[in-house]
């Protein structure tokens, strides 16, 4: 297993950090989290309060995660990855439990443990992943953070794990040191969540109302990724990273190991100029997807296939030689060369798709006039795993600076764009603000749509007054 302990950083200042943090003058709102989505188990305890000018603060506690070994699969395998989550999260548990802040002499709202440790204390209500994600991942997560509530008799909010992605920005408003009022990004904003389970573009309207522009039907971005980079990498990077299974960072690396000073990235002038094919100096080219379609969709697929095709036979196209191998095994340049096309193939795919949504007289999925593309700054938060990728962002920028769009991307620092329990937290206590509880009779929700009333649309919340 992979275990991670998190330090948040700053460039331009700091984030309250501290597992043995001291407890603020006032009681805050207090939680503990747990995220068991995919193939990382993560518990984090988060608290929050308004300081002396009624500015937003939070404090982390406590963050560790662990992420499943799926070396054999090559990938996330969900059956491995639900023992690892049923082995490593009471271990996650105990350890956060122990660095709950410390309950003054006399406060009720105290527990204690078997080996005389505490007082702590107890947390105002516990959270966890709800969906969607794998079934007997959420499951594990769920039924561990209702034990906690029966034990401890606090409620609980069952966390969107999308809506978690979206909302992280806020967390790192809130955790800023100076702190900032009010939170950042404010509602309305749009949010491009990509991640290797999801790829969607929506418009946050509130906490709790997301408008879906864009999605999938077929895999996510983060699962073609994955896919190239097992096409591309050379067998001994892969099994380099084959215990976290994060390809697609290996194949970022592998494609630019120096980083920003090897992009060389000159955006499109037309639409036209980006569905054409660039033809490498290998004769082969990776083609854009969904050329002779404007429709509000992403779609992945095709790109890996084509990666596939040019390392076992030289070219992306069919013919009546398709199947044949090539004739000398695909070099080191030529893999470094593939790796940087596709990944520019997909993001201007990507950044294509947002611009055809933000044209004037653009639509919603559902024929409905797009009345969100007319704002003048169009604030849009990029979260989930590949939003982490650095050359994705720069793609982005470049991009749409090349377009005179006006878009304000937020990205979160690299650490928080992937799965992890603080965000989960985060959502939580904004649910909680607002009123939202959770019945603790709700059930796990592999698949949970975000968008079009999907959020608030299952069972299992109640509205306190």
């Known amino acids: 297993m992979l275990s991670t302990g998190w330090k948040l950083r700053s460039s331009t200042g700091g984030f309250r950090f501290s597992r043995n943090a001291t407890s603020w003058r006032r009681r805050g709102l207090l939680t503990l989290a747990i995220e068991s989505s995919a193939d990382d188990t993560a518990v984090a305890i988060v608290e929050t309060q308004k300081d002396d000018e009624n500015r937003p603060l939070a404090q982390v506690h406590f963050h560790e995660k662990i992420t499943a070994n799926n070396n054999e699969w090559k990938g996330i395998h969900p059956r491995n990855s639900a023992i690892s989550h049923q082995t490593e999260l009471p271990g996650l548990i105990r350890r956060a439990l122990r660095c709950l802040p410390k309950a003054g002499k006399g406060d009720r709202n105290s527990i204690n443990f078997a080996d005389a440790s505490g007082p702590f204390r107890k947390p105002t209500f516990i959270t966890a992943t709800r969906g969607p994600g794998m079934r007997g991942g959420l499951s594990t997560g769920l039924d561990m953070a209702k034990g906690l509530c029966l034990?401890?008799?606090?409620?609980?909010?069952?966390?969107?794990?999308?809506?978690?992605?979206?909302?992280?920005?806020?967390?790192?408003?809130?955790?800023?040191?100076?702190?900032?009022?009010?939170?950042?990004?404010?509602?309305?904003?749009?949010?491009?969540?990509?991640?290797?389970?999801?790829?969607?573009?929506?418009?946050?309207?509130?906490?709790?109302?997301?408008?879906?522009?864009?999605?999938?039907?077929?895999?996510?971005?983060?699962?073609?990724?994955?896919?190239?980079?097992?096409?591309?990498?050379?067998?001994?990077?892969?099994?380099?990273?084959?215990?976290?299974?994060?390809?697609?960072?290996?194949?970022?690396?592998?494609?630019?190991?120096?980083?920003?000073?090897?992009?060389?990235?000159?955006?499109?002038?037309?639409?036209?100029?980006?569905l054409q094919p660039s033809k490498s100096v290998y004769g082969w080219a990776v083609p854009s997807p969904l050329q002779n379609d404007a429709r509000h969709e992403f779609s992945f697929t095709g790109i890996d296939s084509s990666v596939r095709k040019i390392v076992l036979q030289g070219s992306a196209k069919l013919s009546e030689t398709h199947d044949q191998p090539r004739q000398t095994p695909i070099g080191m340049e030529e893999r470094v060369e593939l790796a940087r096309e596709a990944q520019r193939v997909l993001f201007e795919h990507i950044a294509d798709r947002i611009h055809i949504v933000l044209k004037p007289g653009s639509q919603l999925p559902d024929g409905t006039p797009n009345q969100a593309v007319n704002s003048s700054v169009q604030r849009m938060v990029v979260s989930g795993g590949v939003a982490s990728n650095k050359y994705f962002r720069h793609v982005l920028h470049k991009f749409f600076m090349s377009k005179n769009t006006n878009i304000e991307f937020i990205f979160p620092p690299v650490e928080m764009c992937t799965d992890n329990a603080l965000m989960i937290a985060w959502a939580g206590i904004e649910m909680w603000e607002a009123g939202w509880r959770s019945r603790v009779d709700c059930t796990a929700e592999n698949r949970w749509q975000l968008g079009n009333g999907g959020l608030m649309g299952i069972g299992g919340w109640e509205k306190v007054v």
Do not use: W
């Open 151 to 274: 034990a401890f008799d606090v409620p609980f909010i069952g966390a969107h794990h999308m809506q978690a992605h979206a909302l992280t920005p806020r967390l790192i408003s809130a955790l800023a040191m100076p702190p900032r009022i009010p939170l950042a990004p404010a509602f309305p904003f749009r949010s491009l969540l990509i991640s290797g389970g999801h790829s969607l573009l929506v418009n946050s309207k509130s906490l709790t109302e997301f408008d879906e522009e864009i999605s999938t039907k077929t895999s996510a971005a983060g699962t073609c990724i994955d896919k190239m980079a097992k096409y591309i990498l050379p067998e001994s990077l892969i099994e380099a990273h084959s215990i976290n299974t994060n390809y697609g960072a290996a194949l970022e690396v592998f494609a630019f190991p120096n980083g920003e000073t090897d992009y060389d990235y000159t955006p499109p002038k037309t639409r036209e100029e980006l």
